[in-house]
C-alpha cells in the first residue's frame, strides 16, 4: 500500500525542504562496547575486543539522522570530565554540567550472540543547567522542522520536563520516545507520534492489550503510536486505524540503538515529505540496519537499501 520507497536508493531522494530535527537527548552516555567468548557470572571474564563511542537515545538518533542524509541537531546534558567524545561536531549542542558523563556497559558474546547491556544513572542537573538548556532551545527553535524527544528523565528531574520542552520550542512535528509519567504530560499537547515497546507501554498505561492501550494514549492526545516488539516487527496505532510492520530476520551484532534507529528513519522519511506509514518503513529498516554493526547507534545506507523492500507493511 506504501510501496514508495521499495525500490529507491537513498543517495537519491530529494533533498530536505526545510529545517532540521531538534533532537532532545539529556544524558548522554559514554558507550563501553565489550566482546566475550561466553558471560561467566561469578567468574573472572577476558575481553576479546573493547570499543568505546559517543552514544545516549538523543545523541544517537541525531548521528543516525545525518548517515541517512538529513539534517538535525541534538541537545543535553554533557559533563565537564575530560571525555573527547561529545561536542565533537557542529550539530552537538551539550550544556556543560558538573556531574561526570554516564557509562554504558554493553557486553556481546560471541559464542551465542547474547546482548548484556549495564546503563548507569545520570544525575540531575541544577537549576542553573537548565535554564542554560532552555535558552539553548530557545535559539534553536526558529530552525526546527521537527522535535524528537528520546529517553527517559534522569532520577530527581520534575516529571513534568518534557511537556515544559515541547511548550518551549513551540508548533513543531513532536515524536516522542519515552514512557511513565513524563510521557503522559506530554500527551495533551497532541504530539504527531509516541513511540515506544511492549513493556514501555505496559509501563505506561497497565497490562493491557496491545492495541486498546495503544489507543488509550490516542484517547489521552497521542495522534498515533508505535509499539515495537524487537525481531516480531511493530504496530501503528491511529484512531482511524492500525498497521503492522514485519521485518526481515537478520543475523544480528548488536542491537542497541535499534529503537533510535526507528526514530532516525523516521525523522528523515518525514523531511522527505513521506506519509507517516512511509516514514515508519523507512525507521524499521534503519532499525534492522543498525544490528548488522558493531556500536550501538550506527548504521549504513547499504544496509537499509538492501533491508528497506523487505520491510511490509500492512493494514491490521
Known amino acids: ?33 565489550r566482546v566475550v ?5 561469578g567468574e573472572v571474564n577476558r575481553c576479546r575486543s573493547v570499543a568505546v563511542s559517543a552514544a545516549g537515545k538523543g545523541l544517537n538518533v541525531a ?20 571525555t573527547p567524545l561529545f561536542g565533537l561536531h557542529s550539530w552537538e549542542r551539550f550544556i556543560p554540567v558538573r556531574a561526570r558523563n554516564r557509562v554504558c556497559v554493553t557486553v556481546r558474546e560471541e559464542a551465542t550472540g547474547r546482548v548484556t547491556e549495564l546503563v548507569e544513572e545520570a544525575q540531575c542537573p541544577r537549576p542553573s543547567e ?26 530527581g528531574a520534575p516529571p513534568d520536563m518534557y511537556a515544559r520542552i515541547v511548550q518551549r520550542v ?29 513493556l514501555e507501554l505496559i509501563n505506561t498505561v497497565g497490562p493491557l492489550p496491545l492495541e486498546r492501550a495503544a489507543r488509550k494514549l490516542c484517547a489521552l492526545g497521542a495522534r498515533h503510536v508505535l509499539v515495537t516488539e524487537g525481531a516480531r516487527g511493530a504496530w501503528l496505532i491511529a484512531p482511524g486505524g492500525s498497521w503492522r510492520f514485519e521485518i526481515p530476520r537478520v543475523r544480528a551484532l548488536n ?27 523507512l525507521g524499521m529498516a534503519c532499525g534492522v540496519a543498525n544490528t548488522l554493526t558493531p556500536l550501538a547507534g550506527y548504521l549504513r545506507r547499504a544496509d537499509v537499501r538492501e533491508i528497506l523492500p523487505r520491510v511490509r507493511c500492512r493494514p491490521a
Open 1 to 33: 500500500m506504501w510501496a514508495g520507497l521499495g525500490g529507491q536508493n537513498l543517495v537519491c531522494l530529494p533533498a530536505v525542504k526545510r529545517g532540521y530535527a531538534l533532537c532532545v537527548g539529556l544524558t548522554p552516555a559514554v558507550q563501553d562496547t
Open 37 to 41: 567468548g561466553r558471560l561467566q557470572l
Open 63 to 82: 548521528r543516525m539522522v545525518q548517515q541517512l542524509g538529513g539534517t538535525a541537531v541534538v541537545v543535553g546534558f554533557a559533563g565537564t570530565t575530560a
Open 130 to 155: 537548565w535554564r542554560a538548556l532552555f535558552r539553548l532551545l530557545d535559539e534553536l527553535a526558529d530552525g526546527a522542522q521537527q522535535l524528537a524527544i528520546s529517553g527517559a528523565l534522569m532520577p
Open 170 to 198: 513551540g508548533q513543531k512535528t513532536v515524536l516522542i520516545d519515552s514512557q511513565g509519567e513524563p510521557l503522559r504530560r506530554v500527551l495533551p499537547l497532541m504530539p504527531l507520534l509516541v513511540k515506544l515497546n511492549r
Open 255 to 281: 542491537p542497541i540503538g535499534s529503537g533510535d534507529a526507528v526514530t532516525a528513519g523516521i525523522l528523515v522519511g518525514l523531511q522527505r515529505e513521506q506519509s507517516l506509514p512511509e516514514a515508519v518503513r
